[in-house]
């Protein structure tokens, strides 16, 4: 018997044949059993975040999974937003949302099919995460993200530490500015497990 999909599938994913495997099983229940089941409000706080610094669109959402992102989003009045996942079924549940202008498959940790400075936004919730993705994505987006745009991405508290994201802030220091880190809770009180008080940094900051 397969093993149902989790949390602590996503968190021993090793490459990315896994990441899309595990994705691919997850995507029609992902919103029933982890989105509703664990209460999970990281995307209402990173959209809540790029709104109240300012964000506009048009927005790239980096990992947009089956939208959670952009319904929040869509609800504070930002857009348009386009989004890109590796997961091809995560977006195919996104698309039939229609929160979105464009979806299309990429990889962060690659170079994604966006030009350069082609956005005034980059958001992500949840994929700056253990078994997912480090720092060194952080590049990618900022070569989508137009000079004077705004950047937030949720960091999970226990991925920041010994992964490298402090040293890499430092290293693109001359090319942001106003970095906040706000601390924020992943999941909401109905949470259960082991993972209920996992938390994240919300890192933002705009493009110089």
């Known amino acids: 018997m397969t093993e149902k999909p989790g949390l602590d599938s996503a968190y021993a994913l090793r490459s990315k044949d896994d990441n899309r495997r595990l994705y691919a099983d997850w995507a029609e229940t ?9 209460d999970y409000r990281l995307p209402f706080e990173v959209a809540r975040q790029f709104a109240t610094v300012g964000g506009e669109g048009p927005v790239l959402d980096i990992g947009a999974g089956t939208g959670a992102v952009a319904l929040h989003l869509s609800k504070l009045g930002v857009g348009p937003v386009d989004g890109t996942d590796i997961s091809a079924e995560m977006l195919g549940i996104a698309r039939g949302k229609a929160l979105y202008s464009r979806l299309f498959t990429g990889d962060v940790t690659d170079r994604l099919d966006v030009a350069d400075a082609a956005y005034r936004g980059v958001i992500s919730a949840g994929t700056f995460t253990i078994g997912h993705v480090g720092p060194e994505a952080i590049d990618e987006l900022l070569r989508v993200l137009a ?3 705004v950047m937030v991405i949720s960091v999970s508290a226990r991925h920041w530490d010994g992964s490298g994201f402090a040293a ?3 290293s693109i220091k001359a090319q942001i500015e106003y970095l906040a880190m706000p601390e924020v809770a992943i999941y909401g ?4 497990g082991e993972h ?8 933002t900051f705009r493009k110089r």
């Open 168 to 170: 890499k802030l430092e």
């Open 196 to 203: 209920a008080t996992d938390r994240a940094l919300i890192v």
């Open 189 to 192: 009180p109905g949470a259960t």
């Open 30 to 38: 992902y919103d029933s059993d982890f989105v509703d089941e664990m």
């Open 147 to 149: 000079p004077g745009g």
